[in-house]
């Protein structure tokens, strides 16, 4: 997990992700809610968000890490995520 090592607290982080090619990330207003409502699950426990734009095939995120327990919190969501990163990967290079 030395990815994690990278995060530092009050410190501003740009989340963005786009899709493949022409394809959509938010296809439906129900996968707008989906993503929110997981963002909230996962996200809002480690970070302060400040502002979002989501568009059908990418979106921008800018959160503030609130705390030194991110690491903590982010091995113990890990597990519990695979919904979240399968939703958001759907579209993605990586799932390709």
């Given at each position: 997990m030395k990815y994690l090592d990278k995060?530092?607290?009050d410190?501003?982080?740009h989340i963005f992700n786009h899709a493949v090619g022409k394809e959509n990330l938010f296809n439906y207003h129900?996968?707008?809610?989906f993503f929110l409502s997981k963002f909230d699950?996962?996200?809002?426990p480690i970070?302060?968000?400040f502002c979002y734009c989501l568009?059908?095939?990418h979106f921008h995120i800018l959160v503030q890490i609130r705390d030194e327990d991110i690491i903590r919190t982010l091995a113990?969501?890990?597990d519990e995520s695979l919904d979240f990163h399968k939703f958001v990967l759907q579209s993605s290079a990586?799932?390709?």
């Amino acid at each position: 997990m030395k990815y994690l090592d990278k995060f530092h607290p009050d410190n501003f982080y740009h989340i963005f992700n786009h899709a493949v090619g022409k394809e959509n990330l938010f296809n439906y207003h129900d996968n707008y809610i989906f993503f929110l409502s997981k963002f909230d699950d996962y996200v809002s426990p480690i970070a302060k968000t400040f502002c979002y734009c989501l568009m059908p095939n990418h979106f921008h995120i800018l959160v503030q890490i609130r705390d030194e327990d991110i690491i903590r919190t982010l091995a113990k969501n890990n597990d519990e995520s695979l919904d979240f990163h399968k939703f958001v990967l759907q579209s993605s290079a990586i799932s390709k």
